[in-house]
């Protein structure tokens, strides 16, 4: 995880503005698609991404000859946690990657959300966090759907004797 | 001030702090009558705390602003604690007294982490921001789920008299 140091002083004014435009990028997606699963999955995946990452960081950066699938297992968890929450697969999908990626904007604040996630460890990190979110993603909302299919077939309305 | 007196006074504030936790949760628990109320502030609390044990720490305290995470991390947990339990009230009290079950189970978990009830640093700087993002978190969460409860039950009272 990357500190910013207290040397500088201008994180009173980059802070603010680098968290609102955290919860703006939110709210815009909930402006635009106006599905409450949606948000819930984006915030549980990215919640889960960083209670992993924090509790595992070390683990995961020792290794880094399977860093790759590594991050792509544990991203997959976070993608099925997201998906199980939309029944709709493309959300699914949608969630678990955004989760990803705001979870990686909150490990990797500010200008290093540029440097490193979208520079150097994006074929390590950023790709199979993506990947594994949205695969992940899409399993689970299609375990949901299938599961709710089934429900619906197996539970038939009584039929009234009179 | 010597040692032991330094932690007879946590200790005790730590205590006044667990009592009026309990209080408020047992007088809201009585007045909403409400299980999901409960199980919002017991999962806030447990997954903030599963970042807040490897996180919080008095170094990276001082070398870094790891509490800007924890306030982000917050009102993602409050917002799922809200959005258990459907109601803008009772979702803005879930997720403050979810983020505030986190602290406290902090103080207890962490070694002499009840020692931050009686830091002014701690106190001003983590839990009392945090807690009330976990507050803000938990309301929209809930009046996000009150708006979607209200406009399926209106689509399907609509069904139901076409």
């Excluded at chain 1, 790709?127 to 759907?145: H, R």
Aim: net charge positive; hydrophobic share 50%; glycine share 10%.
């Amino acid at each position: 995880m990357i500190y910013i140091y207290a040397t500088d002083d201008s994180y009173l004014f980059v802070v603010p503005i680098y968290i609102a435009c955290i919860f703006l990028f939110l709210y815009g997606i909930y402006r635009k698609y106006h599905d409450e699963n949606l948000i819930l999955g984006i915030l549980i995946s990215a919640a889960f991404y960083i209670i992993i990452d924090v509790n595992l960081f070390g683990v995961l950066h020792y290794l880094l000859s399977i860093q790759f699938i590594g991050y792509f297992i544990f991203c997959f968890i976070c993608g099925i946690m997201a998906g199980l929450i939309n029944e709709d697969i493309k959300r699914g999908a949608l969630s678990g990657a955004i989760g990803m990626i705001i979870a990686m904007a909150l490990t990797y604040p500010y200008i290093y959300f540029i440097i490193f996630v979208f520079g150097i460890y994006f074929p390590f990190q950023t790709l199979p966090s993506i990947l594994g979110g949205a695969i992940g993603g899409a399993l689970g909302s299609y375990i949901k759907k299938s599961y709710n299919y089934r429900k619906k077939t197996i539970i038939k309305p009584k039929s009234n004797p009179s | 001030m010597a040692i032991i007196d330094l932690y007879v006074a946590s200790i005790s504030i730590y205590v006044i702090c667990i009592t009026v936790f309990v209080i408020i949760t047992v007088i809201a628990h009585r007045k909403f009558r409400d299980s999901d109320f409960l199980m919002g502030i017991a999962v806030s609390g447990i997954l903030n705390l599963l970042v807040l044990l490897p996180l919080i720490t008095i170094l990276n305290l001082i070398l870094g602003f790891v509490f800007i995470f924890g306030y982000v991390v917050s009102f993602f947990l409050g917002y799922v604690a809200g959005y258990f339990t459907k109601f803008f009230k009772r979702g803005l009290i879930s997720g403050a007294l979810g983020i505030f079950l986190s602290w406290l189970l902090f103080g207890l978990f962490s070694p002499s982490g009840f020692l931050s009830f009686y830091s002014l640093f701690y106190t001003f700087l983590l839990i009392i921001p945090s807690t009330l993002f976990g507050a803000a978190g938990g309301g929209i969460g809930g009046q996000i789920r009150e708006n979607s409860d209200n406009r399926s039950n209106s689509e399907t009272q609509i069904k139901e008299t076409n």
